[in-house]
């Protein structure tokens, strides 16, 4: 079974001055996941790309609230239960997707509750990419809302349920979507939508304009979202941790 790829950002020098910054996932047959955020991350967002079976790829963006410099505690055991309970759940070839992708938000949020030694919110969007069928059965814990692009329209998927972290036993949908032929999934950190000038916010409308100019692959679609967000603001983002994750199947 293939590793990961994820970074929370500890134990390595941050750039100077903040660069953008891109990571892909794993080989995935006709699709690919990728990352992009701005190096000097101060909160507490993190990202997983983690390969659980032949056919079978866990991916999701996190937004612990609190600094990372305060939030390191409750960041790796957030990603240890992520990698444990994510290959553990997901490896059965004949598992109910949406049963798995349930109990993986129960068992992270009540790892974050420990962790913190209480309530700590954590908007979370978690997802499973099914490489035989194209689809992604998901969870939106309170998250921003991912975004669905075929070629007619940007569907946007909202919260199933509360942010992880507030309340032990909160209930948490899970749904499955289909990803057609050049079809694209973008999820995006409240940092990107939050962007400000003149006070004007960058919001969902934003990243609809680059998911809506079909990129061609996964990392071109999160490092223009990225980009768009910069030229938007004419300055590096530094309001808050700016983060877009993409998968983008092929034609």
């Known amino acids: 079974m293939k590793g990961l790829l994820s970074k929370l950002g500890f134990g390595s020098a941050v750039a100077e001055p903040t660069q953008l910054v891109h990571e892909t996932s794993p080989d995935l047959t006709g699709a690919e996941l990728a990352v992009a955020y701005f190096s000097g991350r101060a909160g507490g967002d993190f ?5 659980v079976s032949p056919n079978r790829t866990l991916f999701g963006l996190l937004d612990l609230a609190g600094k990372r410099e305060t939030s390191r505690t409750v960041l790796d055991a957030a990603q240890a ?9 997901f490896s059965d ?3 109910n997707e949406a049963e798995a992708m349930v109990e993986l938000a129960r068992r992270l949020n009540l790892e974050i509750m420990r962790a913190a030694g209480g309530v700590r919110s954590c908007p979370a969007f978690a997802g499973c990419y099914n490489e035989e069928l194209g689809t992604v059965c998901y969870v939106n814990a309170g998250h921003t809302p991912g975004l669905l692009y075929d070629q007619c ?3 946007e998927l909202p919260a199933t349920g509360l942010p992880l972290g507030l309340f032990s036993l909160a209930p948490t949908d899970a749904r499955i979507v289909g990803l057609g032929p050049e079809g694209a999934l973008a999820i995006v950190s409240r940092g990107v939508v939050e962007a400000q000038c003149a006070d004007e916010e960058f919001g969902l409308n934003g990243v609809k304009l680059v998911l809506g100019g079909n990129p061609p692959s996964a990392t071109q679609l999160s490092r223009g979202i990225l980009e768009q967000v910069q030229s938007f603001l004419c300055t590096v983002p530094k309001h808050n941790d700016v983060t877009a994750l993409s998968l983008k199947r092929a034609a």
């Open 47 to 51: 990202y997983e790309f983690l390969r």
């Open 81 to 89: 239960s992520f990698r444990a309970s994510g290959a553990e759940l």
């Open 93 to 95: 070839p004949e598992l």
């Open 153 to 155: 329209s940007i569907e």
